[in-house]
Nanobody, 126 residues
Framework: QVQLVESGGGLVQAGGSLRLSCAAS????????MGWLRQAQGKEREFVAA????????YYADSVKGRFTISRDNAKEMVYLQMNSLKPEDTAVYYC???????????????????WGQGTQVTVSS
């Protein structure tokens, strides 16, 4: 079992930036891929970005490609999501999640994630 705690959400104007952080504990962090997903009010949760256990591979939803960057620091057991050029449609609760199996890539398949944080609210005003 792994515990995940997100932080860094808030209110920002369109075109602005935010950096989300996710602190992990309780499992061999460096062996598991990690992801960020989001859920807007009234909508289904959707994939945003994922990163392999080493950080060597990253994947993004088309809607955020070129604007968001996922990264990780295995020594600190942290995952980050740098969000630039934010749009009102990026407004959502953002969740950090860990992959279910070690040394296994994860992307948009939400069944591939087995632990979730509590979420952090990101609101982008127009």
């Amino acid at each position: 079992q792994v515990q995940l705690v997100e932080s860094g959400g808030g209110l920002v104007q369109a075109g602005g930036s935010l950096r989300l952080s996710c602190a992990a504990s309780g499992r061999n962090f460096s062996s598991y891929a990690m992801g960020w997903l989001r859920q807007a009010q009234g909508k289904e949760r959707e994939f945003v970005a994922a990163i392999s256990w080493s950080g060597g591979r990253t994947y993004y939803a088309d809607s955020v490609k070129g604007r968001f960057t996922i990264s990780r620091d295995n020594a600190k057991e942290m995952v980050y999501l740098q969000m630039n050029s934010l749009k009102p449609e990026d407004t959502a609760v953002y969740y950090c999640a860990s992959g279910r199996s070690p040394y296994t890539l994860v992307k948009a398949d939400q069944d591939a994630y087995d632990n979730w944080g509590q979420g952090t609210q990101v609101t982008v005003s127009s």
